[in-house]
C-alpha cells in the first residue's frame, strides 16, 4: 500500500484537471442535516430565488477550480475532523441489543459504521468527537449536532453525530499564560505525575459557557471541591482531567443517540501525547483509548480525499488499510472508583450554571 510523502500530498491539493469547474465547500460547514437528491438540498431549495445564488454542495473527494486569477484546482476540500473517519469506515450490520434511539429498528445497516470502532475524538484547543451514522442522518436527542461527515465521487452522503467541547487543550494554554503555573504545556504533565489523584478538586472550563451536551452559554469556569491540602499539582491533574470526564458526557450522548455502547474510542490531536490524560481518559469511559501512528488526522484525511479524487488511492479501503495503531491505553480504575469521581463531576458541572445575570458583561 502506497503512502505519500510531502511533495506528493501537495501536488494531490493542487492538482490542474478539466474536469470540474467549481469550488467545493465544505460540507461541514456548509451543508444542512438532510440531503434532498444528490448533492442538492431540501432547505437551499426552500429557499426559493435566494437559494439560486448559493453555491453548489459537492463532494469533498471532488476536483474543483479556484476562483484566483490562475485557476488553481483544488481536490480535498474538507471542515475540521470529519474525513479522518474515512480512515476507520467499514459496511457492517449494527445490531445493538436494546433500542435506545426511537424511530430505529434494533438491526439496521449503516454503511461506515462499525460496532463499537466508528468514534474518534481529537483532542486540540476543544474537543471535537465524531460517530459515523453511515447514510442516513440521525437527529440528536441528547445535545448533539448531526453534521455531515463525507462524500466520495457520486457516493451517498455519509452522516455522523458530533459533540462539540469549547475548552480542553486551550485549559492548559490558560495556566501557562494567564497563571504561570507551567512554562511550556508538555509541562502540565510533570506537574500533574507529582500527586496520585486531584485532590478532591474538579475543574470545569467554561471559560465562554458549556458546549455539548449542555449549551448553557449562561455557564462560567468554576475550581470546585477546594480544601488546604490541594496544591498545584493537583490543579495540574484536574485541568487534565477536564478533558476527559468532557469526553465521557459527549460519548454518554452518543451511546444514547446511536443505540450502539461503543466499546472502544480513537483518538487523535496534540493533546493525546499525553499519557496521563489518555490513562485516565480509558479509566473515565471504561473502555481502550487508541492512538494512530499518523496522531494529525485532521489533515490526513484531506490528503487522502484529495488522493482519491486524482487517483492515487482507488477508493476508501485503500486509506483504511494505511491505518495503524500506535499505543492503546485500557481502563484500570475500579468501577465504584469510576462512578464517584464522575459522580462529583456533574455535580461540579452543576456549579457553572445561571452565573450570566442580564447586568454581567
Keep these: 500500500m502506497r503512502t505519500p510523502d510531502d511533495a506528493t500530498i501537495a501536488a494531490m491539493l493542487t492538482t490542474k484537471s478539466p474536469q470540474s469547474t467549481r469550488a467545493a465547500p465544505s460540507g461541514r460547514d456548509g451543508a444542512a442535516p438532510r440531503p434532498h437528491e ?110 455531515v461527515c463525507y462524500k466520495i465521487g457520486a457516493q451517498p452522503t455519509v452522516y455522523a453525530l458530533e459533540g462539540s467541547i469549547a475548552v480542553t487543550g486551550s485549559l492548559v494554554r490558560w495556566l501557562r499564560d494567564n497563571l504561570g503555573m507551567i512554562s511550556s504545556a508538555p509541562e502540565i504533565e510533570q506537574l500533574a505525575a507529582t500527586v496520585d489523584d486531584n485532590g478532591g478538586a474538579y475543574f470545569v472550563p467554561a471559560f465562554s459557557g458549556l458546549f455539548a451536551p449542555y449549551w448553557r452559554s449562561d455557564a462560567r ?15 495540574a491533574r484536574a485541568a487534565l482531567e477536564a478533558t476527559a470526564f468532557q469526553t465521557r458526557e459527549v460519548l454518554d450522548a452518543m451511546n444514547a443517540d446511536s443505540g450502539v455502547d461503543l466499546t472502544e474510542v480513537k483518538v487523535d490531536g496534540g493533546m493525546v501525547g499525553n499519557e496521563t490524560l489518555m490513562q485516565f481518559q480509558a479509566d473515565i469511559l471504561g473502555v481502550p483509548v487508541i492512538r494512530p501512528k499518523v496522531a494529525e488526522t485532521t489533515a490526513l484525511g484531506a490528503a487522502y480525499a484529495a488522493g482519491i479524487a486524482v487517483g492515487f488511492w482507488s477508493g476508501e479501503q485503500d486509506v483504511i488499510d494505511n491505518w495503524a495503531e500506535d499505543k492503546r491505553w485500557v481502563p484500570s480504575m475500579d468501577h465504584d472508583e469510576r462512578d464517584r469521581q464522575y459522580r462529583l463531576w456533574k455535580k461540579a458541572i452543576t456549579r457553572t450554571f445561571d452565573w450570566v445575570d442580564d447586568d454581567v458583561q
Design 221 to 235: 469556569g468554576a475550581l470546585v471541591g477546594l480544601t488546604r491540602y490541594v496544591n498545584k499539582g493537583h490543579i
Design 38 to 147: 444528490g448533492s442538492d438540498l431540501r432547505g437551499q431549495r426552500d429557499l426559493g430565488p435566494a437559494g439560486a445564488a448559493l453555491p453548489e454542495l459537492l463532494p469533498e473527494a471532488h476536483l474543483g477550480v479556484g476562483a484566483a486569477e490562475r485557476a488553481v484546482e483544488v481536490a480535498g476540500p474538507v471542515g475540521g475532523q470529519s474525513l479522518a473517519l474515512l480512515l476507520r469506515s467499514r459496511r457492517t450490520r449494527v445490531e445493538p441489543s436494546v433500542p435506545k434511539c426511537p424511530g430505529h429498528a434494533t438491526s439496521v445497516t449503516r454503511p461506515g459504521l462499525r460496532v463499537g470502532e466508528e468514534i474518534r475524538d481529537t483532542y486540540g484547543t476543544g474537543n471535537f468527537m465524531l460517530l459515523n451514522t453511515g447514510t442516513e442522518p440521525i437527529l440528536s436527542k441528547n445535545g448533539l449536532l448531526t453534521t
